[in-house]
């Protein structure tokens, strides 16, 4: 009965985890592709799924996870400006912001930190020789300017709906791609426990 017990929190901890990440994309697509692929009128409910969904998870969790804080902070703040100039450049500069932010945190944070970012935000689970932090912080830091490149690359020269199916079918894909290439370096990098 107690396995029963455990094997249900850990389904219902993922299925909430799964539904918070994945449910305010879902309602965007339903209203951006119900009326007529108009972003104004997809912003506002993704906005509201989002608030929502990190309200969610406080209630269950007690805390928020920095990236979807983040993430929360984000699209409300650059989905208000679409919303009230009217104008979606707002939204289609969200991800070029966002991948800059993060490269430059990995290229400034080891001056602050005395050590590579990700080392600090991953040396508890894995564990790599300095060399090896070095050269996967680098690669993440070039990874992330080359995402904001691509981001406004696409928005320039692309149809908004184009945008709208990159930026969830394409930068997710490149994103796991880009990480499985990693795996080399760390089992390179690797040290023994």
């Known amino acids: 009965m107690f396995f029963y017990y455990v094997n249900m929190s850990q389904v219902n901890k993922s299925f909430l985890k799964f539904a918070t990440d994945f449910g305010p994309l879902a309602i965007f697509f339903f209203y951006y592709y119900n009326n007529d692929k108009n972003l104004s009128v997809a912003i506002p ?8 969904a990190l309200a969610i998870v406080w209630v269950f969790e007690k805390k928020i996870p920095m990236m979807p804080l983040l993430s929360g902070i984000l699209i409300t703040f650059f989905g208000g400006l679409t919303i009230y100039f009217n104008d979606p450049i707002f939204v289609y ?23 590579p970012v990700l080392k600090k935000i991953m040396g508890k689970s894995i564990s790599l020789t300095d060399i090896g932090w070095e050269i996967l912080n680098k690669r993440w830091m070039y990874f992330f300017f080359g995402l ?46």
């Open 93 to 115: 500069i969200k991800p070029t912001i966002i991948n800059i932010l993060f490269a430059l945190g990995l290229f400034f944070g080891k001056y602050f930190t005395k050590e």
């Open 45 to 52: 409910p993704l906005i509201v799924a989002t608030l929502v």
């Open 148 to 193: 904001a490149l691509l981001n406004e690359y696409i928005w320039r020269t692309q149809t908004e709906e184009f945008w709208v199916n990159f930026k969830v079918w394409g930068m997710l894909p490149i994103t796991i791609i880009f990480t499985a290439f990693q795996i080399s370096i760390i089992k390179k990098h690797k040290l023994d426990e």
